[in-house]
């Protein structure tokens, strides 16, 4: 059983650890932008400090006493998404900027939706989460490479009820290798999970990155890397 002093100590503790905290992301400029562990129930995600009391968490957070149940909550992720476009695949994305009430907690997901025969959700490293990722419908060829020297691929082919985990940082895909649409659900470990898409990155950067640099670095004639830079590298994410 705690005691009065332990609980005020532990209170003090935890006192100090916010100060600093607070005292750390004010002297930073507040470009701190971990996942932290949450100081408090929630930090509802507001884009202002209009509404009076407010906490300092990674984001601005809304005055507690005025968050609703809709700042946690988000509709219509059973709707089928369109995936006509060049990769055949739609990635839904359900964030901070989604649900607000998402912010500090550590987590988000998406909903990914796939082309019948071929439809593809591109290399991609998320560089703020591991993933874990489960299929509803359809038939994935779905696999990671780990990082140099070894440039191991771990791969599978999943089928409705199979789940798969994406460590963190490592470049992985999934394809639709069915003849029907496929849907897959992912989890990850970051309300801002961020997605680095390998080709848009390189080939489609603005400005263009030097074609020499591409050229050595994917063994490829210039004309080619020429040709890819003039290509349009559609993003996916909704
Ligand atoms: C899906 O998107 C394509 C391309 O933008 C469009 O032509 C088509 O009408 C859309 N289909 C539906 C059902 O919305």
Redesign the pocket.
Known sequence: MMTTTTITRSLNFQVAVAAMAIFMALVSNLAYAADPGPLQDFCVAINDSAPAAVFVNGKFCKNPEVAEPEDFFLSGLLTPR????PLGATVTVVNVDKIPGLNTQGISLVRVDYAPDGGLNPPHVHPRASEIFIVLEGTLYVGFVTSNPDFRLFSKILRPGDAFVFPVGLIHFQMNVGKSSAVAIAALTSQNPGVVTIANELFGSNPKIYPSVLSRAFQLDKEVIDYLQTRTWYNHLM
């Open positions: 369109n995936t006509s476009n």
